[in-house]
Nanobody, 122 residues
């Protein structure tokens, strides 16, 4: 069964950090671009960050630049999202998705994870 599984979410105080993981099973991630998305209650899903299959290209939405870092470890078949200096407005369900084109920005993702909740609150 081909699937993505996110982990690492939780409750953290403002200013804190979390590292999300996106692990693949049933296929290898090394040829896929991986995107992280989030959806807060009552809001539309939005793109957070993306990393190309080679890892040589990354992008971030403006509101997380300088605070979030996306990376990948193809040997572990996992992509990470390091989130620092978290704010209340980062609270959302975070999803990862895989794009077989290997390139960020196509908006055509082939596989999605089930999501992991991130709550930033004091």
């Amino acid at each position: 069964q081909l699937q993505l599984v996110e982990s690492g979410g939780g409750l953290v105080q403002p200013g804190g950090s979390l590292r999300l993981s996106c692990a693949a099973s049933g296929f290898t991630l090394d040829s896929y671009a991986i995107g992280w998305f989030r959806q807060a209650p009552g809001k539309e899903r939005e793109g957070v960050s993306c990393i190309s299959s080679s890892g040589g290209s990354t992008n971030y939405r403006h509101s997380v630049k300088g605070r979030f870092t996306i990376s990948r470890d193809n040997a572990k078949n996992t992509v990470y999202l390091q989130m620092n200096s978290l704010k209340a407005e980062d609270t959302a369900v975070y999803y990862c998705a895989a794009d077989r084109s290997g390139i960020c920005g196509t908006s055509e993702y082939d596989y999605w994870g089930q999501g992991t909740q991130v709550t930033v609150s004091s």
